[in-house]
């Protein structure tokens, strides 16, 4: 296990005959124990073999993103909070969700916002229409997860709500960091 801080280099060989496109990816898990509080990663995909691939952990990923929390003061609207090691203005979006069980029947928020959304996000108040879609007293929550995602072929969160994800080129960089309540 390299220390903190130290450089490690790999070197791989690739095979002839290997298809015209590659990919490339790193995550690194936190957590101690059994237990994950996050997941930071990079994938990079070229058409082409290259030379040489370098990824630098601390200037290639965003920011940690740690210590995601969860309040249910209001089971109606829960919230959930996070800690970013850094701005995370270069990202594209930010995901927020929570999956719940009431009564046996399994339910999820997933809420996306602009990578500088402040913490934490608490749920929307919704309408009596709808208010067999809130979380109820004694709901059993699961996934409750806060992720930002950069990807190279989105010019940042305005262009991704306008448009969507569109059809990524051939040659992509797709970065995330993420924190999960345990």
Same mark, same amino acid.
């Given at each position: ?8 280099i790999y070197?791989?060989? @690739?095979?002839?005959?290997?298809? !015209? ?5 790193? =995550?690194?898990?936190?957590? =101690?124990?059994?237990?994950? #509080? ?7 995909r070229r058409s ?11 200037? #290639? ?8 929390? @969860? ?5 109606? $609207?829960?919230?959930?909070? %996070? *800690? ?7 990202? !594209? ?5 929570? #999956? %719940? ?17 402040? =913490? ?13 879609? $809130?979380?109820?007293?004694?709901? *059993? ?7 930002? @995602?950069?990807? !190279?072929?989105?010019?940042? %969160? ?8 569109? *059809?990524?080129?051939? !040659?992509?960089?797709? $970065?995330?960091?993420?924190? @999960?309540?345990?």
């Open positions: 296990m390299p220390a903190p801080g130290s450089t490690q070197n791989l060989r @690739f095979p002839t005959g290997l298809p !015209d496109r590659w990919a490339v990816g790193v =995550s690194a898990i936190f957590g =101690s124990g059994m237990t994950i #509080d996050g997941v930071d990663g990079l994938l990079r082409a073999l290259p030379g040489t691939v370098a990824i630098n952990l601390t200037t #290639d990923l965003l920011p940690r993103v740690s210590g995601a929390t @969860f309040m249910a003061v209001d089971p109606a $609207r829960p919230s959930l909070g %996070w *800690t970013a090691a850094g701005s995370l203005a270069a990202a !594209d979006m930010l995901r927020v969700a929570c #999956d %719940w069980d009431d009564g046996g029947v399994n339910k999820a928020w997933v809420i996306t916002g602009p990578p500088t959304t402040a =913490s934490p996000v608490r749920a929307p108040a919704l309408p009596a229409a709808l208010a067999a879609f $809130r979380p109820i007293a004694g709901a *059993t929550y699961s996934d409750r997860s806060v992720l930002a @995602f950069d990807m !190279d072929w989105i010019a940042g %969160w305005a262009v991704l709500k306008a448009g969507g994800l569109g *059809t990524p080129p051939a !040659d992509v960089e797709y $970065r995330f960091s993420g924190s @999960f309540v345990p």
